[in-house]
């Protein structure tokens, strides 16, 4: 069965700090791949996503990932924090074998940025 | 102009109660999902309609009955409400890249179920 891993569970940062949150699934064929963020309260957003062509993707409010196929990651990278970033963060991939689309989330990461 | 929507947002209820949730998506989607986050933010995924038809129906209790009377329209209603139902239940919508869309989901505000 498709599984998502996410290892950070907490991640506290000062503002400023890089963030780096991991990313791990289990499935052997073609994925897509996205990272979505839940602010206090909301809905998810799409932060960004990976489809195919280039694996370092650029996503919205200056956050990127890389898909490395060979390690089945796909790990959340921003080069400084903000307070606003706040929030929780959840990894998720779309396995289709049989042209069903199934979204798997991971068990997301909390982030809190200290001002 | 709210792409995803869910009514109620909040519902507070008694056990052994039926409750209803409707979701409503104006992106032209053929394929709706519902979801159930826990108190732990653990993001489940419940039922999954493509063109009104039931493609994903996970490990739920049979108290969970979705229905589709559109593509547009993903409802869901509880029967027997139990303690454990507590959640925030997200509805979803999704079009392949195959059949002309994004592919990703697009989400409601959720709807928050309290059962006391």
């Known amino acids: 069965a498709q599984s998502v891993s996410q290892h950070n569970h907490h991640v506290i940062l000062s503002e400023a700090a890089s963030l780096e949150l991991g990313c791990n699934y289990s499935?052997?064929?073609?994925?897509?791949l996205f990272w979505y963020v839940q602010y206090p309260g909301q809905h998810l957003q799409l932060l960004l996503k990976?489809?195919?062509?280039?694996?370092l993707v650029k996503g919205i409010k200056g956050f990127e990932a890389e898909f490395i196929k060979s390690k089945f990651s796909f790990n959340l990278r921003k080069p400084s924090v903000q307070w606003s970033d706040t929030a929780e963060y959840f990894c998720a991939v779309n396995a289709h074998p049989s042209g069903t689309y199934k979204y798997i989330f991971g068990t997301g990461t909390r982030l809190k940025v200290l001002a | 102009d709210t792409a995803v929507s869910q009514t109620p947002k909040y519902l507070v209820t008694q056990m052994g109660n039926d409750k209803s949730i409707k979701c409503e998506q104006n992106l032209g989607h053929d394929t709706m999902y519902w979801y159930k986050q826990d108190s732990k933010k653990f993001l489940k995924i419940m039922f999954s309609?493509?063109?009104?038809?039931?493609?994903i129906n996970e490990t739920v209790p049979n108290r969970f009955s979705p229905k589709s009377p559109d593509k547009a329209h993903l409802n869901l209603h509880i029967n027997s409400l139990e303690l454990g139902d507590s959640a925030v239940y997200f509805c979803a919508s999704s079009q392949g890249p195959g059949t002309g869309g994004t592919g990703e989901l697009f989400f409601g505000e959720g709807s928050r179920l309290t059962v006391l």
């Open positions: 499935y052997g064929g073609t994925v897509n």
């Open positions: 990976y489809f195919s062509g280039d694996p």
């Open positions: 309609y493509n063109n009104k038809e039931l493609i």
